[in-house]
């Protein structure tokens, strides 16, 4: 049955043998090896004491090729020529998938032909020798990034390898990532990992864990994404971790973006016991970019300006090759640049914005009501309680694929671009809350001279990539809407001033 309760030391050793078998490098994954070659590492590569002790935001990108060597060179360019504080591992998609024979093919390919014929690196296939390699070619501390719903091979064999920050988490590696993984199965295999990572920190290796805080990366209202993280980071502590950086994925509106993750830092160390420390990630932007360039920086030095407001301990940072797709090296390096520009600039400068405290409030009072949502789910038990809580709908993500979420809950931008929720679905959250959402909502409506519909839903995902914040309608598009009802007569949601 699941429970929040932690792994005992028995289970997780039979348990760990068992996935060593799997794949040939298993058999190299070595707890007791692994820890001396943590040990033996300069105190430069600790990546929670590195991130911990941080006076400012340090950045780190994403980055994954398939061959050992070119990784390598990678990581090297990223450090030098984009001054990144953090180096990045990202694992390729078959990994993520557990299907280690075609990642080892692709591999194979890859050595062959000397193109990138994965899309990032296949950790599991590299084995613990190769991971030693890569931690000990740089400088910097590096973290291992994937997308996995089962990532527990995956984990021992980076963890053997050296690496000593892992991200992802049970719900933020599902829900977004894929549509049939049981929630209840991957919490059990992330408690694994989490114990895992316990077991390290227990010895005297700290390592880092960061759950996912964008979700689907597309308009996620912010007190969702921090209720996520917030229950994630709870599930790691119970097994044990002791250091969790809590993620958030930029919205772009910045009053609401430097709430929420002021917001994020307050519940995460109100809610996780004393002895976690907890430091948080700004992502930025994760949906669609502007497919030129010097609009794409746009968007990167708007993340920069945020990070420098908001003081986040880590920025993912985003490239201007965003729009079409795996960025090469100096386009990544530039991202790096942008935002280190932008926050240094910054930090010089006395900035106060006004309603940033009246924005905060709204979204920890909301997240709090997804929290009471999943203790009451569960009797006190979080892992039961945020799996009851996603089956009812009281807990949601809007545009998920999983199966495990209903996917009910749709955002919109309001008038001043902060992202609210359109479509509540059975979320649960307060009447005097949903007023809210639903004023400001109309108070758009009014201003574009239509109905609050799915339309807007759609505007606004595409208004970035446009050139936009809000999903604005063209004046013919206004005048095309009846009063109440969209232009194919479907998708009104409510009526203007009604909660839905």
Known sequence: MLRDERIPDEELIEV?????????????????????????????????????????????????????????????????????????????????????????????????????????????????????????????????????PDARLLAIITLAGGFQSFEGGPISYNIPYTKEHDLKETIEHWQF??????????????????????????????????????????????????????????VGNVVQDVAALRALRELGEEYLPNDVVVTTVFHEWMGGFPPDEARANGVIGLGGATAALAQPDKV????????????????????????????????????????????????????????????????????????????????DVPFAPSDSAKADVLPARDDDGRVRILQWGDLAVDQEIRDIHDARLDERARTEGRSRSFRMVADDVDAISDGKLIGRPTASESDSEESGRATDGTDTIGGEGDAD
């Open 316 to 395: 993912i940072t985003k490239s201007p090759q965003e729009f079409q797709g795996v960025p090469t090296q100096e386009a990544n390096a530039a991202g790096l640049r942008t935002t280190r520009q932008l926050i240094d600039m910054m930090a010089e400068q006395e900035i106060i914005i006004d309603g940033i405290d009246k924005e905060q409030e709204l979204i920890e009072r909301t997240a709090r009501s997804l929290l009471d949502a999943v203790f009451d789910h569960g009797d006190g038990d979080v892992a039961r309680g945020v799996v009851a809580a996603f089956n009812s709908g009281a807990l």
């Open 16 to 148: 760990e043998s068992a996935l060593r078998e799997r794949w040939p490098t298993g058999a190299d994954a070595e707890f007791e090896s692994a820890i001396a070659y943590h040990e033996s590492l300069p105190t430069t590569k600790r990546f929670a004491d590195a991130l911990e002790s941080a006076d400012q935001p340090l950045l780190q990108p994403r980055a994954g090729v398939p061959c050992l060597d070119d990784q390598t060179e990678l990581l090297r360019y990223l450090d030098k020529e984009g001054g990144a504080d953090l180096l990045p591992t990202t694992i390729d998609s078959y990994t993520r998938d557990n299907e280690y024979e075609k990642a080892q093919r692709g591999l194979e390919e890859a050595r062959e032909s000397g193109e990138d014929t994965l899309n990032g690196f296949p950790a599991v296939n590299h084995g613990v020798e190769a991971c030693r390699e890569l931690v000990e070619a740089v400088d910097a501390p590096i973290e291992v990034r994937h997308g996995t």
């Open 193 to 250: 990992i989490d114990r895992l990572c316990g077991a390290y920190t227990k010895r005297g290796v700290r390592i880092n864990r960061e759950p996912f805080g964008p979700l689907t990366g597309t308009l996620v209202p912010p007190s969702i994404a921090i209720a996520v993280m917030v229950v994630e980071g709870l599930l790691a502590a119970t097994q044990g971790v002791r250091s969790l950086t809590l993620g958030y994925g930029q």
